[in-house]
């Protein structure tokens, strides 16, 4: 059981969450103990990151090489103009801060590769992958999926999102399941050649967030074994559910 106490300020600040049936206290001493990864400070870690550090999670930690850069303001809200030039995960540490003195921030300024990911997502509770590229999300999948570490995934595109929770040790599917094999180079451009919507950023981050609250307390059902996709453009959104494949081999055995 977990058991953590709350100083007069906390008990305040999270006052709306203890109101709430689905959390209360119990489900906010939760978020206390807790320590999430969130991989990218991007555009979609920047809204989970405030998020979940106005939510009062314990610990955060954060996987970033790069430096903040003036075409990145217009979505990666976590960093301001003052700020180009630095590194992401310094500047998101000051945010957070910001945000919420009560919130640990541990920076990791390297990029994520086979050498260093067993070290760093095995040392935390839960990861969200806001990366910009296949490897990362299939090499974030593997070691999450190996060591148990349940994975909220979500990506985006000019008008368009998709999330989903990995936990396929509970014998749903994971991200390869859903996607065997990377696609064909220039099938799906990056950000930096096809645009993309910056609220779009801020929207799918933030269920990113919702889903990681979610299932640190205990809270309504998670998007385990389903794709949401949102397409801002059209105003829709949809779900998909989603099938392990016996074969995979990245879970298949598990």
Known sequence: MIVTTFSTDELERYARHIVLHEIGGPGQQRLKAARVLVIGAGG????????????????????????????????????????????????????????????????????????????????????????DNFATRYLVNRVAARLRVPLAFAAIGRWEGQISVFRPWLGGPCYACVFPRSPAPGLVPACAEAGVLGAMAGVVGAMQAVEAVKLITGSGASLDGRLMLYDALQAETRTIKLAKRPDCPVCGGL
């Open 44 to 131: 979609l870690g920047s809204p989970a990151l405030l998020y979940l550090a106005a939510a009062g999670v314990g610990t955060l930690g954060v996987v970033d090489d790069d430096a903040v850069s003036l075409s990145n303001l217009q979505r990666q809200v976590l960093h301001g103009t003052g700020e180009v030039g630095q590194a992401k995960v310094e500047s998101a540490g000051r945010a957070i801060e910001r945000i919420n003195p009560h919130v640990g921030f541990e920076p990791h300024a390297v990029r994520l590769v086979e050498a260093n990911a067993d070290a760093i997502i095995g040392a935390y509770d839960m990861v969200l992958d806001g990366s």
